[in-house]
């Protein structure tokens, strides 16, 4: 068990120390006592700080970082540096996940074995930048579940975009999937009519 001295604790949940003895004295977080009176607080207590589940102590804390496309690798590096300082500065030991691909591919590898891990337990709480970067559509439902498997969901940016913005954001996901299915669709028609005149050119000629 660690030892953690008032200004010790204050560093690693990012709260003043003022902060800390008004909740120790009002009872919100109170601090632990030695013979001598002096404030401590352990582990157990960053945690309740922290809002990490104590049940959790042994789970993994994941950062989930995700982009569109390969063309938005500066995207995803500001993302990364965002959540790592956001949890190194809360002395909170993590594990990264980078991920290229749509919000609205549920289908998405890493995504699948964090929902998964999370599932079977192994994930205790989940940070992402914005609720976008999890899925475009259906972050409550991704929630409620992590909620319904003691882990604990954390959206370091809670700036909301007002309905016109969200829904531009949303019909711009909309057109971007579909573009790229249709191009998809494109690249293999084109490749079966190659395959068809390659056919016919090696049919033997009577």
């Given at each position: 068990?660690?030892i953690?001295?008032?200004?010790?604790?204050?560093k690693?949940?990012?709260?003043?120390i003022?902060?800390l003895?008004r909740w120790?004295?009002?009872?919100t977080?109170p601090a632990r006592r030695t013979n001598g009176?002096?404030?401590?607080?352990?582990d157990?207590?960053?945690?309740q700080?922290?809002r990490?589940p104590?049940n959790?102590k042994?789970?993994?804390?994941?950062?989930?970082c995700?982009?569109?496309?390969?063309?938005?690798?500066?995207?995803?590096?500001s993302?990364?540096?965002?959540l790592?300082n956001?949890?190194?500065g809360r002395?909170?030991?993590?594990?990264t996940i980078q991920?290229v691909?749509g919000?609205?591919n549920?289908?998405r590898?890493k995504?699948?074995t964090i929902?998964?891990?999370?599932?079977?337990?192994?994930?205790?709480?989940?940070?992402?930048?914005?609720?976008?970067?999890?899925a475009?559509f259906g972050?409550e439902?991704i929630?409620?579940?992590c909620k319904?498997?003691?882990?604990e969901?954390i959206v370091m940016?809670?700036?909301?975009?007002?309905?016109?913005?969200?829904m531009?954001?949303?019909?711009?996901?909309i057109?971007?999937t579909?573009?790229?299915r249709?191009y998809?669709?494109r690249?293999?028609?084109?490749?079966?009519?190659?395959?068809?005149?390659?056919?016919n050119?090696?049919k033997?000629?009577n």
């Open positions: 068990m660690t953690y001295t008032v200004g010790q604790l204050a690693i949940v990012g709260y003043s003022s902060t003895r120790d004295r009002d009872g977080y009176n002096r404030r401590y607080y352990t157990e207590d960053v945690q700080i922290l990490i104590l959790s042994q789970k993994k804390v994941v950062l989930y995700r982009v569109s496309s390969p063309t938005q690798k500066d995207d995803l590096q993302q990364v540096v965002a790592e956001f949890a190194t002395g909170i030991v993590f594990e991920e691909g919000g609205m549920f289908s590898k995504f699948m929902i998964t891990n999370v599932i079977n337990g192994e994930i205790g709480t989940l940070v992402v930048a914005h609720k976008d970067r999890l475009r972050f439902l929630e409620n579940l319904q498997y003691g882990c969901l940016n809670q700036e909301s975009l007002s309905p016109q913005q969200e531009v954001e949303d019909l711009m996901s057109i971007h579909f573009s790229c249709l998809g669709l690249k293999y028609k084109s490749k079966k009519e190659v395959l068809k005149l390659v056919g050119e090696t033997p000629k």
